[in-house]
């Protein structure tokens, strides 16, 4: 491993590129992520998965289609700045086809971002494309604003493959804090777990999650993976319930009076 790539929550970034690596060869891929392998090669890695994975790996290949379709439509509709929240080795800035005008704002820690940017040096982004070095535990939102996020104009946000890793009370905070952030128009997308089903996790979604969105001022649509692996024409592997929570919303309009 060379020593500049992420270690401890960072190296999870590196697990999710290897499933989108591994996605993109299929033939009948869900997205095309063609960046994913080079981190992968980055460490010395090899693209494989092992059997223990296949569960996870589905989960992020449905997911990664799922969130560039709501980015895309977001854009569309109005959003030019589109905030990825724990950015971690998404690729969304060069590879998908953004409206003109359009900036995407990358945030996650230090060593991440610093792996990242070695390995996609020279490769254009098909946006404005800046990177924000910023812990979502403390205050991100200035930084994001230091990096020229306008909180007057709508913002498509994406907190994909993040909650886990933070405690309930920091995400309370963190959605807390996208509503004072988030003008009327903006959007939010984001993964969640009903059910700690891995050690490391920190967190999961102990509400229902429209109530849950609604709550803290959006006005949401939740979906599972097993829904939604349906609506792209992807066999589930295994059988069991899904826990995760897939969820699109759109900024709710403040009570008056
Ligand atoms: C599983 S990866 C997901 C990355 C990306 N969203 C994706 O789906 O490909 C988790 C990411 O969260 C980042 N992360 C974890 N804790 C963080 C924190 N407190 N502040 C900012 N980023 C954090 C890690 O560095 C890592 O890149």
Not at 160 to 173: M, N, P, S
Not at 199 to 215: F, K, Q, Y
Not at 216 to 235: F, K, N, P, Q
Request: with cysteine; glycine share 10%.
């Amino acid at each position: 491993m060379t020593a500049d790539a992420p270690t401890g929550v960072g190296a999870t970034a590196l697990a999710v590129a290897g499933f989108r690596a591994l996605e993109s060869e299929r033939a009948d891929r869900l997205f095309e992520d063609p960046f994913a392998a080079d981190f992968v090669a980055a460490i010395g890695g090899t693209v494989a998965l092992e059997p223990k994975w296949v569960g996870l790996a589905h989960h992020v290949s449905i997911r990664t289609r799922f969130f560039d379709d709501q980015l895309l439509e977001a854009a569309e509709a109005g959003c030019r700045q589109v905030v990825l929240l724990a950015a971690g080795l998404d690729t969304r800035a060069l590879r998908l086809a953004w409206p003109d005008g359009t900036t995407v704002f990358e945030l996650d820690l230090p060593d991440v971002l610093a792996f990242k940017e070695r390995v996609l040096a020279g490769r254009p982004p098909r946006c404005d494309r800046r990177t924000v070095v910023a812990d979502l535990r403390e205050d991100w939102p200035a930084a994001l604003v230091a990096a020229g996020l306008r909180v007057d104009e709508p913002i498509a946000w994406l907190a994909e493959g993040i909650l886990v890793y933070l405690t309930g009370d920091e995400v309370e905070r963190l959605i807390g804090a996208l509503r004072g952030v988030s003008p009327m128009g903006s959007r939010l997308a984001l993964a969640h777990s009903l059910r700690n089903t891995r050690g490391v996790w920190r967190s999961t979604l102990t509400e229902e999650p429209v109530g849950w969105l609604a709550r803290h001022g959006w006005h949401g649509v939740a979906h599972d993976t097993v829904g939604l692996s349906e609506r792209y024409g992807r066999r589930v592997p295994g059988s069991g319930p899904s826990h995760a929570v897939l969820a699109s919303a759109v900024r709710a309009q403040e009570p008056t009076g």
